[in-house]
């Protein structure tokens, strides 16, 4: 794709993302739920496939046309920018990448239309950040697998149809007996047991899923047996780049509504945007949200050539998280007691920021990761 064509789609979105989005932005945080009208209408516009190529009934877009979908939605609303992300990143992208012909063509058409919404069941009440110590199990029953297990901070659990699971196959301390499957919600025994009630992102659902004896048939193992830990972490990858555009999403928001409201406020005879203690704010926000645009582009790109990009993925999140906290911030900063209430949106935008710096690796496994890259290079 060319840069004319990201300032198509950044257009297309954008518009989508003013007129349908925003202006129900702070009922969906209100009442704590995504109206299934708008997840329809995401997936007539192609938001939900973007990424899926058109031969499965996707948009045939790539990595860098994604992670600009999911910034300009998170723009207009924080919890509808982590759908399509964790629909897209931790669903759609395992299935591309790992799966047989068979499940592809059974499994993406309707995921590109968000006929089916997609959820990634990594995390257990005991398995977080230490993700290869989860305990979940699948027994192997001859024709099945039996599933049994408690997956923890699940977002869309509460609309997901299809489930990427990760359970032990062999019981293990560590990743390596873990496999992947793909496992539909209907299934009997899969159960969403509790609704987080959390600080942001709140039309989000984010669920604890009890997996009770959940039959999953054969075929619906992805990827190779007993390597689902890299399917997770190859999935993470990418996962990563899609919540730093959520982020990056959210910082430009808080920008725009600080960078307005500074010229329009009057204090001291003058627009606080004469004061230049404010300036710098304003030229702080402005430049962390740059450099957090840059290192995603990047990222996209790497991943768009099949380059490696872990480190880059990684990078781009831990910045684009922190600097979302941070323009957030400073945003209820430069709009003062206002900003502070819940009739200005900068407090929203607030909240929403702070789970980038934790979901798909908190800041520090990204730390870790980005460590790790840089110590296997010592020139
Ligand atoms: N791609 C592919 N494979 C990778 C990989 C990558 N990026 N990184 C590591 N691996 C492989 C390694 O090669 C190794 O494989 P083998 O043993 O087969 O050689 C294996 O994974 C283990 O590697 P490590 O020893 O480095 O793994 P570790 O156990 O020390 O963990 C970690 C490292 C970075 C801390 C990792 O556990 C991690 O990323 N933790 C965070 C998990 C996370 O992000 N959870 C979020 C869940 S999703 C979510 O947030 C909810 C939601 O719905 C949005």
Redesign the pocket.
Known sequence: MMLSDYKEIRDMVSKFADSEVGPIAADIDKNGEIPSSLVAKLGENGFLGSYIPEEYGGAGMDYTAYSIIVEEISRACGSTGVLVS?HTS?CVYPILAFGNEDQKKQYLPKLATGEHIG??C??EPNA?????SLTTFAEDKGDYYEITGTKN???NGKEANIAIVFAKTTKTP???GISAFIVETDSEGFEVMKLEDKLGIKGSSTAQIALDKVRVPKENLLGTYE?G??VA??T??G?RIGIASQALGIAEAAFRYAKKYSTERIQFGKPLSDLQAIQFMLADMSTKIAASRLLIWEASRLKDEGASY?LASAQAKLFAAESAMWVTTKAIQVCGGNGYTREYPVERYFRDAKITEI???TSE?QR??IA?NELKNIQ
Do not use: P, Q, W
């Open positions: 964790a931790l959820c990634f990594l995390s977080g950040s230490d993700a290869g901070f699940i977002t560590n990743h390596k390597k830990f890299r972490m190859g993470l990858d996962g872990s979901y798909e690796g496994v870790i990761v790790a």
